[in-house]
């Protein structure tokens, strides 16, 4: 599959969960290539997952990728690479965001690094249409 079509999947996985994806350029001097930032937030009761629009398309493939593997997506079917792309960003995904309502827990921050470069290769490889 490609990864623009991939990138499409995950957007619309989170469009049947009820979440807003967002892609949005954020400041520079916030977010670089070698850390970008973005992921799930809730706004004013409604969930959004923010994407730097500036960084590169396997950046914002994990960035939602990995807002995704902190929501309960048993009850939607999604396609098999879909559901394993989100699998693969579980792994370092951060605890489940609280419910509108529920407190909130601040998580510890991951580790740096280029964790996209590293689960995304089996996205590019062994996941590609006939």
Known sequence: MELSRLLDELTLAADK???????EAFDPHLSDA??????????LGRRIILV????SLPDRIATVAAALARVDLESVFLPPIVRATIGAHARGA?????????????PARPARGGKAAKLLPLARTKWRDA
């Open 17 to 23: 969960v009820g979440i807003a994806v967002r892609m």
């Open 34 to 43: 070698r850390n970008p930032r973005g992921g799930l937030c809730t706004v």
């Open 52 to 55: 730097d629009a500036n960084a």
């Open 94 to 106: 951060r605890p489940r965001v609280a419910a509108p309502g529920e407190p909130a827990r601040l």
